[in-house]
């Protein structure tokens, strides 16, 4: 039998909730009062050091960009940047980490469910248990157990390990990706890597194992896929424990404390373990977010994964190109200053704001905006 | 564009966040009266500017005025054509246009007290600048044009400026940053991410007092939560009166210097080509790097190969989900209306113009030569029918032979070598009906959609070409130079260059067919 790891009866059969986390760096508390975990990159003369203003402000904007839900008016944030390198990936990362930290709702959950419910028998599924391993199986149709549907992920060579999932279950199982489509008639075990010390560190244990088990298409980055894997996939970062303390430490001028205390450990690591790319990870992995040339390979590429809640228009051309092919989902656009079609961009973000701007707007809580940054926010009245 | 480190984003973000600008101007009352009176002469003109004559000598007089203020070259520099150029137009206009005469005179005076003048006033603020605050080793930001080469000389000869590099608003897209920039020239002629995302902490506008700089900090959202603060700056006041309503300095016209090159370049092109080649199109011309420019063929249909590092750089990784190469996107052929200055055309600097044919015929093998004899005798009938009549009457006959898009453009297009054939068969087969050739239509309409096909496989195949040999291109140095030469063993002569698109002339010209694609080094002064 399968373990429920998270599971606790409620009110809809059962009730999913993930406990909070062991958070060895973050502040315990609500959410959105929550302190960013202190980030270090790797310099050029090979040290860690501390994010500069730029790019915490950057991963703080995304934390602010979080309420995403249903029934929320669309928003659409414009960034004007000196260079656009790692903006999207900052973002990125504010934003998924922030999200991490809010459970999908019991309405989520049930709908996910009932989707899975509706499949055609015979559609290839994934299957993850958190921090152990992904199975591979068919969907077998839906059955009542104890007055609760549930559903079966068979395994035709051995029907004896057969599973029946629950709702509550939902959330861990994903459609198998087109890439494996040829899923074997058995179930296929395959080990779920664990996640990166850096991973652990920014969000706490619980939370990026449960990362590496849920899909959740948090945000999809429109923009050169190759300029994003290196920032993502192959710049190096890090955050710092320091055994015995729950504290947050602060975000910048921390060094010279870290530096006074040699039982500090570095947690290093990639962005791409926190907002784990879909392109980028292995076939089947839980993916959090995903990125896509602006060209026409979106929609086949996010067949199987479902409309972004967040667009990130990685640059003038991204934006201008593809902006509508996503006029459901909340928009980011970021715009590099020295990009040739930065004007016509900005054209385009201004007579949206002058069209659809809604007369009441909430405002973000933003950090100071570094110099050379300029930030407009506004959400939509339609 | 190369990839930027998190170092080097630091760095830009450093510069953008915490720096200062310096305006320093600088006076030259000989200039200053000059340009004045090309204001003056340009005025007075009025529509007559339209005149091909007339398009010549503003198109030189402005040449020089935007090369002396915005590079530091000397006073006298290149004034000795030009000033052959104002006097013959002196000469010929004094009976036709008496009225018009004190105004060229006025030039011609002023011009000539430049040139006994091998002073360089910007030069001078330069390496005043350089003294008083110990610039060493920083970048000197100049607008591309025929100054630059004269300055890189003067730059190696003076000790305080030869640690400056010379660079143009192109490499400070780049990663990286420089100690200081200098810029010559009003900073409103630079694009805006110049002085608004600097890549260097000290900023310095080293410029004539006129044409006044209108460059101000913008916002460039319209609700944005931050209001832009202007830097520290200083921007002298030059303490000149108000203008008199009459053309003066600060005539911005004045540094449109490309607006009557068209016609002026159109003319030389029928003049190197004589009477030989009647075979007029219509085509735009594009002013590229390295001082060379280029007609390309205005029909819509038209493909141009451009090297575009704007573009999306793809996934070398996903090459099994169709994605041929991580840098397909940025190799890509474009029509005349997607060109941009700062994309790459790519060009064969040997031989004829058209690096797509000699490729096409290798693949058509022996056909080659037959397929290609019945092209040439169908386009041949129907250049000597347009020369029967004209390409009006022409059209008309055709549109009653059964053409759909039957035009003078569209005709002109059809006879061309260069169009490979009409893209509807109804448009064809009035041409066979108009020459006589009918019986044949559906063996030529056979041959012209082989090489069709041709063409399309050899542009593949090129493009492919092209790709490898930019995966191992130093960027950087692309950037900074404007231009790239290959060796495509596949083009006769082997020879390609791709050119940075510095200025597009939005215009449309009719230039002989031959001149189509064959880029030509400018000579402008």
Known sequence: MFEVFFGVQCGCREEWRRPHGNLPLACTGPAETMTQPPLYYKSRDDCWTALPAWATFLFHLGTLLSDTGAGQPRYVLGVAVPAKAYAAALLSTGLISSRLRSPLSDAEVVARFERLCALPVGTPLIYRQVGKVRLKGVFAGVETVDGEDRIRLSDARNPASSRLLRCSLAPYVDLAPPQMAQVPTRQVRTKISAPSEFAVGVLGTEEARYAGAVSRLECLTVGAV????????????????????????????????????????????????????????????????????????????????????????????????????????????ILDRTERDFDDAVAVVNKEYMKYRAAKSRTLSLQAIPRGVEVVFYEESR | MPHTTFDEAADIYRCAADHAQESITVENLALRSFTRAVARLQWQLGEQTAEDEWQKLLSSLRRYLFSVRTAPVPLNWSTEVLLETVQVHARWYQYSYPQLLPYLEAVRNRLISLAQMPDNPLLIALQDLARTHSLAHGALLL?????????????????????????????????????FIVAVGPR????????????????????????????????????????????????????????????????????????????????QAHRETGSED????????????????????????????????????????????????????????????????????????????????????????????????????????????????????????????????????????????????????????????QTGLEAKAQEYWHAASQIDAAHRRAGHRLRKLLLKQVEGTDLTALMQSGRLDFHVPDVDGGGLTAFRIEHFVAEAFLVPASRIGRPFVRRER
Not at chain 2, 233 to 262: H, K
Request: with cysteine; aromatic share 8%; net charge negative.
């Open chain 2, 143 to 179: 607008k591309s044009g025929p100054g630059v080469a004269t300055v890189r000389q003067l730059l190696g000869q003076i000790p305080e400026l030869a640690g400056w590099s010379i660079v143009n608003e192109y490499s400070l897209r780049l990663p990286g940053c420089y100690d």
């Open chain 1, 226 to 333: 190759a300029r994003y894997w290196e920032e993502v996939a192959q710049a190096e970062f890090a955050t710092v424990a320091l055994p015995g303390t729950g504290a947050c430490l602060p975000m910048s001028g921390c060094e010279p404390e870290l530096a006074a205390r040699e039982d500090r450990i570095w947690l290093p690591g990639t962005l791409q373990s926190i907002i784990r790319v879909s392109r980028y990870l292995p076939v089947g992995e839980a993916y959090r977010s995903e990125i896509v040339a602006s060209t026409n390979e979106a929609k086949a590429r996010l067949r199987h994964m479902g409309k972004p809640p967040v667009v990130i228009f990685d640059g003038a051309l991204s934006f201008l190109r593809m902006r509508e092919a996503w006029r459901e989902s909340h928009w980011v656009v």
């Open chain 2, 188 to 267: 409103d002629r630079f694009p805006g991410y110049v002085f608004s995302s600097p890549r260097a902490p000290h900023l310095y506008s080293v410029r004539y007092k006129w044409p006044k700089d209108h460059w101000t900090p913008q916002q460039a959202f319209i609700g944005s939560l931050a209001p832009v603060t202007a830097s520290a700056s200083l921007e002298p006041d030059d303490g000149e009166p108000q203008g008199t309503g009459l053309p003066d300095e600060d005539d911005a016209s004045l540094d449109d210097w490309a607006q009557y090159l068209g016609p002026v370049y159109a003319r």
């Open chain 2, 278 to 433: 009647a075979d007029d199109t219509g085509a735009y011309l594009v002013l590229l790097a390295d001082d060379h420019a280029v007609w390309i063929d205005a029909d819509s249909d038209t493909k141009v190969l451009v090297l575009d590092l704007d573009e999306d750089v793809g996934d070398s990784a996903n090459e099994e989900e169709g994605q041929e190469h991580e840098l397909a996107g940025q190799v890509a052929r474009r029509s005349p209306d997607q060109l941009r200055p700062g994309m790459f055309l790519l060009l064969r600097t040997s031989g004829g113009g058209d690096y797509i044919s000699p490729v096409a015929d290798r693949l058509l093998g022996q056909q080659a030569q037959s397929l290609r004899a019945m092209q040439e005798e169908w386009k041949g009938a129907l250049r000597s029918a347009a020369r029967a009549s004209d390409l009006t009457t022409l059209s008309i006959e055709l549109l009653y032979s059964g053409s759909k898009r039957a035009n003078e453009m569209n005709v002109r297009n059809w006879k061309s070598p260069r169009n490979i054939k009409p893209r509807d068969y109804a448009d064809f087969l009035a041409i066979m009906k």
